[in-house]
């Protein structure tokens, strides 16, 4: 089972930041955060991900709590390009990677 | 860098026909792949682990005499759809990790299986 928890839906308006939170509350401590996002009838694409420090990369930034149970996945100036499926996901090592249902994000003109 | 390759990008079959569906990383060596299957307006669902030179982990529910795993080298792994029905129908995706402990998995763009 998918140990996380997102909004199911979000919207944006096209420019502005797209902050999408996710709730990790029984994340252990060698947990990496990891973020992934699929747009329509695509194989999910890679975004970031941190075990406990903010991260950031060309395409997103990624805020973790001290306390580590949940995070914030931050698009700093979405686009129409940005609407997809996006899913937050806890792994450790060589764990597998499981979905929950992740949230829709929708960017509007 | 980091390119998974998935072929065919979508087939049509008969019933009762089966289908290979083939998953390469391009440009690094995975010593594991992963197969997911994911059903209309679902998320994804972890059908196996592929080892390299081993034996597919097969996930609860999924017959491993029906999806046939084989990962041969390093930079293919293929999954076969054995006597197909219009229930298999689906999207399939595979990924691969680069090598390193919490490295992030990286996906190809999946394979639209329609069985008629």
């Known amino acids: 089972d998918a140990k996380t928890t997102q909004p199911t839906s979000m919207d944006c308006a096209e420019g502005r930041a797209a902050n999408l939170p996710c709730n990790h509350s029984?994340?252990?401590?060698?947990?990496?955060v990891y973020w992934y996002r699929q747009i329509h009838s695509q194989g999910p694409q890679y975004i970031i991900h941190?075990?406990?420090n903010n991260e950031t990369n060309e395409m997103a930034s990624l805020i973790i709590t001290e306390d580590r149970k949940s995070s914030t996945l931050i698009l700093p100036h979405a686009t129409l390009r940005d609407t997809a499926v996006y899913y937050c996901?806890?792994?450790?090592?060589?764990?597998?990677?499981?979905f929950g249902t992740g949230t829709r994000l929708l960017v509007s003109p | 860098g980091a390119v998974v390759s998935q072929h065919p990008s979508w087939v049509i079959c008969k019933s009762g026909t089966s289908v290979k569906i083939e998953c390469r990383s391009l440009?690094?060596?995975?010593?594991?792949m992963f197969w997911y299957r994911q059903f209309p307006k679902q998320s994804l669902m972890l059908m196996a682990t592929?080892?390299?030179?081993?034996?597919?982990?097969?996930e609860q529910g999924v017959e491993k005499d029906k999806f046939l795993i084989n990962h041969a080298s390093l930079t293919l792994s293929t999954l076969t759809v054995t006597s197909a029905h219009p229930e298999d129908s689906s999207f399939y995706i595979c990924?691969?990790?680069?090598?390193?402990?919490?490295?992030?998995?990286?996906f190809g763009n999946g394979t639209r299986l329609t069985v008629t």
């Open positions: 990924s691969a990790r680069v090598q390193g402990d919490n490295s992030p998995l990286h």
């Open positions: 029984t994340i252990s401590g060698n947990e990496y």
């Open positions: 941190g075990l406990k």
């Open positions: 996901i806890v792994r450790e090592g060589f764990q597998k990677l499981v």
């Open positions: 440009d690094f060596q995975a010593t594991t």
């Open positions: 592929s080892n390299e030179g081993s034996k597919a982990t097969y």
